[in-house]
Nanobody, 128 residues
């Protein structure tokens, strides 16, 4: 089991940037698929970016080219660099982990059902 703690959320104007961090309680490199998700009230949790155990990344179309997922293996920390933020990016952001060996279909990388471990979330608010 792994515990995840997000930080770095806040309020920013449209066009600004934020970097979210997700500190893991154990080694995640080559052991866990990691993902970032966003949820707004009344909507389903949306997968934004994910990284597999080989370091391959994938992004939702809505954030492709603006968000970057990365990992610091020495710190067991996952990051989400968010640039060119838009008001529609407002929401609660969660990181998630799944201990999966080998490869899974790409369609599962951004699906919340793939991930059993979740952080508590960090709020991002983007004003116009």
């Amino acid at each position: 089991q792994v515990q995840l703690v997000e930080s770095g959320g806040g309020s920013v104007q449209a066009g600004g940037s934020l970097r979210l961090s997700c500190a893991a309680s154990r080694v995640i490199n080559r052991n866990y698929y990691m993902g970032w998700f966003r949820q707004v009230p009344g909507k389903e949790r949306e997968g934004l970016a994910a990284m597999d155990i080989y370091g391959t990344t994938t992004y939702a179309d809505s954030v492709k080219g603006r968000f970057t997922i990365s990992q610091d293996n020495a710190k067991n920390t996952l990051y989400l660099q968010m640039n060119s933020l838009e008001p529609d990016d407002t929401g609660m952001y969660y990181c998630a982990a799944a201990q999966i060996t080998g490869r899974i279909g790409a369609a599962w990388w951004l699906s919340p059902v793939t991930y059993p471990y979740w952080g508590q979330g960090t709020q991002v608010t983007v004003s116009s």
